[in-house]
């Protein structure tokens, strides 16, 4: 069975809207967004009631967290722990995970780990 491209963006999005049915963030408990792309991965923290991004952090741009060497899962996983840290300096403690319609294995996963053992509850 051939799946094209196109479906499996549809397939993303419905399941993206599923999870966003149920997950928003406040400002006592922001909303713990990740996306990941085919090379890069891309978290931050949302406060949906105002509009605001909180804490971001990437493996590309100023976050520092080179995509070039190592595992993607542990790059996630470094991901993870470097935004927790940013996080306990905002003072935030809690946040609600947001998977962003992908599955919550590998890179995902990882990134949730390691946001974890960096202090973060969810």
Known sequence: MSVR?????????????????????TAQRPRLSVFRSARHLFVQVVDDVSGRTLVSVGTHGKSGLSADGGHKVDQAKAVGKKLAELCQGQKIGAVVFDRNGFRYTGRVRAVAEGAREGGLSF
């Open 5 to 25: 491209i196109n479906d499996k963006l549809v397939g993303r999005e419905r399941r993206k809207l599923r999870v966003r049915k149920r997950v928003n963030g």
